[in-house]
């Protein structure tokens, strides 16, 4: 079985087989942690399985098992969110052995995950995984998010390269299946209304996936009231090194930098963290600096995690004193996001920028620097509220197993996980903006650092 630790929302890729096991990351500080109060729950972690009734036989039956008994051993909390996990057992098991396919089966594997009511959880086919394999890192140049109850094209591109689907445009189909649908299924799947957006974006961006030259037949209109057009848009590879890490295969990585035109204000973002980006992070910092940067707008929209532990060389760009991002609490021991101060780091006011898309390290990072003084959190909506550190697990047969080992808290003692970050200013936004080519949750973010008086140039 092979394991890794991320802090990322669920877009899990592929699998590899030779990745090693990984149990913490060395970068946090580790310590035992007291015993996780059960507040008259049931702890599970002393149960004997021995006593367990047999679950029927299927083809679907040994994966199952695994799930069930992993999730058992390895949760954070040992009373499982005050479930009857036994009785979950047998309800589920039931259920699996019932399936006719593969579907089914692992459909009704995912609710029993769901009953947790946390992020992090899901378990994928052998089959789903080879076709992600199949797909490549190719993506089709159109980004959806929901804005003003609909599917809204807010940005058209990858790199240079157009889709020409205007921006602004309502999506209506994606080969022939009406978005309609995965709106519907990601409202049955939200844990509370504002995550509808978050599931609806990633279920979009899954089906515009593809080898490269794939053409997906994107239906839209243009403009409120007008009528449905079609166009071929074409999957192209994004620029940018392509990083791998365990199950999570050629990600195709991007940072970008800029001074904003005509102010002290530089601007920079990245797609995922991942620790191969940081070298890159540091020196557009350092041009930005050069260029008389006196604030910066970070921005984390879209940014759904990676690897926790580039939080903490990223967080030390920005940290002249030593602080911590917050802590993870595992069932046994606890892992503090310690950053040590850096002298020469940038001391101008920071604007952390956020949607429904900035998840897990991205949630945690921009807790922890709220909470340490060091940025104000802009946005449209709060964050997706899946801050929770998980493992990806390749099963026998290949299926492939995200779940939960640990909790997180803020400095102050925030929770991220199922709310969100909420933004300290928030924006809105509507399709007008996004038709006229308008960036409202930017431009905030630039009027209000370029009011503030940083110490130093």
Not at 54 to 69: E, G, H, I, Q
Request: glycine share 8%; net charge negative.
């Amino acid at each position: 079985m092979v394991r890794m630790i991320v802090i990322a929302s669920a877009f899990v890729l592929a699998c590899s087989p030779e990745q090693p096991k990984q149990a913490v990351d060395p970068v946090l500080d580790g310590r035992p942690t007291a015993d996780v109060p059960t507040d008259g729950c049931r702890d599970w972690s002393a149960l004997d399985r021995a006593t367990l009734p047999p679950l029927p036989k299927s083809r679907f039956s040994d994966v199952f098992s695994a799930v069930w008994t992993t999730v058992l051993e390895k949760h954070f909390d040992p009373t499982l969110n005050c479930l009857d996990w036994p009785a979950l057992r047998q309800e589920y098991g039931a259920r699996v052995a019932e399936a006719k396919d593969v579907e089914t089966a692992y459909a009704a594997i995912n609710e029993m995950l769901g009953r947790l009511g946390q992020s992090h959880f899901q378990v994928i086919s052998a089959e789903h995984v080879t076709d992600e394999q199949a797909s490549g890192p190719a993506v089709c140049p159109l980004k959806v998010r929901w804005i003003d109850e609909a599917p809204i094209v807010v940005d058209a591109a990858v790199d240079e390269v157009e889709s020409g689907v205007p921006r602004g445009a309502e999506l209506r189909s994606i080969d022939g299946h009406p978005v309609r649908e995965l709106v519907d299924a990601a409202r049955v799947q939200a844990r509370r209304p504002e995550e509808v957006a978050f599931l609806l974006g990633n279920r979009i961006a899954a089906s515009l996936h593809g080898p490269e030259g794939h053409e997906h037949t994107i239906e839209y209109v243009a403009e409120p009231g007008g009528g449905p057009e079609v166009r071929e848009v074409a999957c192209v590879i994004p620029r940018g090194e392509l990083v791998s890490l365990g199950n999570l295969r050629d990600l195709p990585t991007r940072v970008s930098s800029r001074m904003i035109e005509g102010t002290t204000v530089g601007y920079l973002s990245f797609n995922f963290w991942m620790l191969p980006l940081v070298k890159d992070v540091e020196s557009r910092l350092a041009a930005l600096r050069e260029q008389g940067m006196r604030a910066l707008v970070l921005d984390l929209r879209g940014n759904p995690g990676g690897v926790g532990a580039m939080s903490v060389p990223i967080a030390r760009q920005f940290l002249r004193e030593p602080g911590s991002l917050g802590t993870l609490r595992f069932r046994d021991f606890e892992q503090e996001f310690n950053v040590a101060g850096n002298p020469s780091a940038f001391d101008g006011p920071v604007a952390i920028l956020v949607d429904e898309g900035t998840a897990s390290t991205s949630e945690i990072f921009a807790a922890g620097m709220r909470d340490l003084g060091r940025a104000t959190i802009i946005g449209a909506r709060a964050s997706a509220g899946a801050a929770l550190p998980s493992l990806l697990e390749r099963l026998e047969g290949g299926a492939l197993l995200q779940y939960v080992v640990g909790d997180y808290h803020s400095p102050r003692g925030n929770i991220a996980e199922g709310t969100g970050i909420n933004p300290d200013i928030k924006v809105e936004e509507t399709r007008a903006d996004f038709v006229a080519g308008r960036d409202p949750v930017l431009d905030a973010a630039v009027a209000h650092l370029s009011k503030q008086e940083p110490s130093h140039p």
